[in-house]
């Protein structure tokens, strides 16, 4: 009923800039956070960036002052805009959509979604 997809990834030079976008689609009501997790080969997937309905945000210390998350309500997508990307973000990103609120067959159901990934690549 709800799906996320991402897209925006790819290979990057070290200093380079990257827009990741997230567009979650179906009969969504509401969705409350929105966030950003990657995932580097034989590490465990981390929050990288989150974001609340209000636009509050919440950010990893290995990524402040470089990524930049924002979302656009009215069409249920979320960005994440990553700049001075280094070798050590390399990983795929994935969305997360939290107490997505969505209408199905007369019913309001609440659950959490997860997109597919996108690879990030940071190398020379």
């Known amino acids: 009923q709800v799906q996320l997809v991402e897209s925006g990834g790819g290979l990057v030079q070290p200093g380079g800039s990257l827009r990741l976008s997230c567009a979650a689609s179906?009969?969504?009501?509401?969705?409350?956070?929105m966030g950003w997790y990657r995932q580097a080969p034989g590490n465990q997937r981390e929050l990288v960036a989150a974001?609340?309905?209000?636009?509050?945000?919440n950010y990893a210390d290995s990524v402040k002052g470089r990524f930049t998350i924002s979302r656009d309500n009215a069409k249920n997508t979320a960005y994440l805009q990553m700049s001075s990307l280094k070798p050590a973000d390399t990983a795929v990103y994935y969305c997360?959509?939290?107490?997505?609120?969505?209408?199905?067959?007369?019913?309001?159901?609440?659950?959490?979604?997860w997109g597919q990934g996108t690879q990030v690549t940071v190398s020379s």
């Open positions: 997360k959509a939290d107490d997505v609120t969505y209408y199905s067959r007369s019913y309001y159901y609440t659950r959490d979604y």
């Open positions: 179906g009969s969504i009501f509401s969705i409350n956070l």
């Open positions: 974001i609340t309905s209000g636009g509050s945000t």
